[in-house]
């Protein structure tokens, strides 16, 4: 089945463009002028994948992304960005984008990212509208070995979430949990900016250099007892700097 990829720009020569080529690559492309048509296009035919241009007439696009996130935690989202618009590229990426493409966007280097972004959701499971809570009792019998927490947050690999001792669910972006599954495969253990990139599915030339930053920044707020004064994921500086995860044996509520 093609993916389906939801192009969203007021320019309807850029949408042209990126249209015909994305569909020769093999997708279903939709062609839509702004947050209203991407809305009715959720009604109807929900994407797999959003290319989103920021700068549009009425509602921008960083509303969109808002709106977008408020009902999805994982959906791809690649934002179209001018080549001097730094300042929005980080309020998406705090907002929860997980890639940019500065315009004129190269095609070949688009194609690259919608496929990245793809292959990290590839086999994401939806969760459902509403969670049931799980007895706590239940919960400890189901802990497995190797099982991560993040502060009060048990990683659900299966679902691609987060979940807490009383059931509750903390949905998380696919570059969100890409980084989890990566600290949890290696507790303890100082990884790099570009390693962190790497192993959790995205090349490091993709994005610039501080984007593993901002990533972390919004995981804390999530995760962390105290985002200010973080105890799950540290800040390593010196050596060329990086991040450890810090594993418990249960949930951590904080000091």
């Given at each position: ?17 990126v ?9 279903d ?13 959720f ?14 007439p ?13 009902g ?32 004129p ?11 990245s ?28 070995p ?5 502060g ?5 690999r299966?679902?691609r ?9 903390l ?5 969100e949990?890409g980084?989890?599954?990566v ?31 901002l ?14 004064d973080?105890?799950?994921i ?10 450890e ?11």
């Amino acid at each position: 089945m093609k993916s389906r990829i939801a192009v969203v720009d007021d320019d309807e020569m850029i949408r042209e463009v990126v249209v015909e080529y994305l569909t020769g690559q093999g997708f279903d492309v939709l062609s839509l002028d702004g947050g209203p048509a991407l809305r009715a296009a959720f009604a109807t035919t929900p994407p797999d994948c959003v290319i989103l241009d920021l700068v549009m007439p009425g509602e921008d696009g960083l509303s969109v992304l808002r709106w977008i996130r408020n009902g999805s935690a994982d959906l791809p989202v690649i934002m179209l960005t001018s080549a001097d618009g730094t300042a929005d590229r980080v309020v998406g990426l705090e907002l929860g984008a997980d890639d940019y493409v500065s315009k004129p966007a190269d095609l070949r280097e688009l194609l690259a990212r919608v496929r990245s972004v793809l292959r990290r959701r590839t086999g994401a499971a939806s969760p459902p509208p509403m969670a049931q809570p799980v007895p706590l009792v239940e919960q400890r019998k189901s802990a497995g070995p190797g099982e991560a927490w993040f502060g009060r947050w048990r990683l659900d690999r299966a679902r691609r979430r987060l979940v807490d001792s009383a059931g509750e669910v903390l949905p998380v972006t696919g570059a969100e949990f890409g980084l989890l599954c990566v600290f949890a495969d290696h507790p303890s253990v100082v990884l790099s900016r570009d390693k962190l990139l790497e192993l959790s599915g995205t090349d490091p030339g993709e994005v610039f250099d501080r984007a593993i930053d901002l990533r972390i920044t919004r995981l804390r707020r999530k995760i962390e007892p105290v985002p200010g004064d973080p105890t799950v994921i540290r800040t390593i500086r010196g050596h060329g700097g990086g991040y450890e995860y810090l594993p418990s044996d249960g949930p951590n509520y904080g000091r």
